[in-house]
T-cell receptor
Framework: NAGVMQNPRHLVRRRGQEARLRCSPM?????VYWYRQLPEEGLKFMVY????????ESGMPKERFSAEFPKEGPSILRIQQVVRGDSAAYFC?????????????FGPGTRLTVL | GENVGLHLPTLSVQEGDNSIINCAYS??????FIWYKQESGKGPQFIID?????DKRQGQRVTVLLNKTVKHLSLQIAATQPGDSAVYFC???????????FGKGTRLSVIA
């Protein structure tokens, strides 16, 4: 069974460009979560999506960040007009159901560097 | 080796010794807790979980203890091995589609 897949693994962008991060959940999982991790810190929740629906986006910055999980294809985290402060590791996790007691399995992450 | 809370983020132990990593969680309503292991350059890896109706759960070489009275969670690793070197995070959540809240993490360094 393939685990959670993320690509690209490393992404370099200049200030003002757009970053697109992709996440394919584990087979059979329809719930996707995005987290951001700064160096030497824990993961911070950003957004929780189910197919075609955003369930909880309480951790998403109000501007420049958006996420989607279409009926077909991977979940996308999009960051417009990136700034240096967006440099971080972005992790995606998936679970079979969305209740709080269902284990979330993480992908390898995308490390975004903004020059 | 043992650390107390999240104020000592680094724990060094001799290979073969037992390790105890502690976590003080924040929300008294949290009812599901997970320990993750994160190796350098990788995503968090699930280790073990525990629900609030339990106070102890054992896995292979790992044991999680939960003390709801003082909102404290610990991870015990028996016979620590070099491959256990990583950062360990506790995470908490409350049932019902709520996001995981991660602690700051503890770096475990195993001395051969």
């Amino acid at each position: 069974n393939a685990g959670v897949m993320q690509n690209p693994r490393h992404l370099v962008r200049r200030r003002g460009q757009e970053a697109r991060l992709r996440c394919s959940p584990m087979k059979g999982h329809s719930h996707v979560y995005w987290y951001r991790q700064l160096p030497e810190e824990g993961l911070k929740f950003m957004v929780y999506l189910q197919k075609e629906n955003i369930i909880d986006e309480s951790g998403m910055p109000k501007e420049r960040f958006s996420a989607e999980f279409p009926k077909e294809g991977p979940s996308i985290l999009r960051i417009q007009q990136v700034v240096r402060g967006d440099s971080a590791a972005y992790f995606c996790a998936s679970s079979k159901s969305g209740v709080g007691t269902d284990t979330q399995y993480f992908g390898p992450g995308t490390r975004l560097t903004v020059l | 080796g043992e650390n107390v809370g999240l104020h000592l983020p680094t724990l060094s132990v001799q290979e073969g010794d037992n390790s105890i990593i502690n976590c003080a969680y924040s929300n008294s309503a949290s009812d599901y807790f997970i320990w993750y292991k994160q190796e350098s350059g990788k995503g968090p890896q699930f280790i073990i979980d525990i629900r609030s109706n339990m106070d102890k759960r054992q896995g292979q070489r790992v044991t999680v203890l939960l003390n709801k009275t003082v909102k404290h969670l610990s991870l015990q690793i028996a016979a620590t091995q070099p491959g256990d070197s990583a950062v360990y995070f506790c995470a908490e959540t409350f049932s019902g589609n709520t996001p995981l809240v991660f602690g700051k993490g503890t770096r475990l360094s195993v001395i051969a």
